[in-house]
């Protein structure tokens, strides 16, 4: 019965950081074999992944994004965040945060190859110019 849910700002300006956090019940974060991303979808434009902490808060992130990504959690509160960077209006999409059983090299992820066994609801962010 896991349920993932995103929350955060619907609304973020050009160069500040959109910070995301994704709280998780119904399992644990930091036992399993679990990777918990973050992917985003844009109009035009197919499903891109971010980037990954997993159970033993290894991060991953997508070459793309790299630069201007973090994820982070807090074991506590059984929830991971998103902290993207400098963000333009190209980064305005649809957020999900996801889970997968086991991992992967990065290409798969990049890739699309991965298959996520949990989804949240999505959050839609927009940046303004």
């Known amino acids: 019965q896991v349920q993932l849910q995103e929350s955060g700002p619907g609304l973020v300006k050009s160069d500040q950081t959109l910070s995301l956090t994704c709280t998780v019940s119904?399992?644990?974060?930091?036992?399993?074999?679990?990777?918990w991303s973050w992917i985003r979808e844009a109009p035009g434009k197919g499903i891109e992944w971010i980037g990954y902490?997993?159970?033993?808060?290894?991060?991953a992130y997508s070459s793309r994004l790299e630069d201007r990504a973090s994820i982070s959690r807090d074991a506590t509160k059984n929830a991971f965040t998103l902290q993207l960077r400098a963000v333009t209006p190209e980064d305005s999409a649809m957020y999900y945060c996801?889970?997968?059983?086991?991992?992967?090299?990065?290409?798969?992820?990049?890739?699309?190859?991965?298959?996520?066994?949990?989804w949240g609801r999505g959050t839609q962010v927009t940046v303004s110019s």
């Open positions: 119904g399992d644990s974060i930091t036992t399993g074999n679990n990777y």
């Open positions: 996801v889970r997968d059983p086991k991992g992967g090299y990065n290409f798969e992820y990049e890739w699309g190859r991965i298959e996520y066994n949990a």
């Open positions: 902490i997993n159970f033993r808060g290894t991060t």
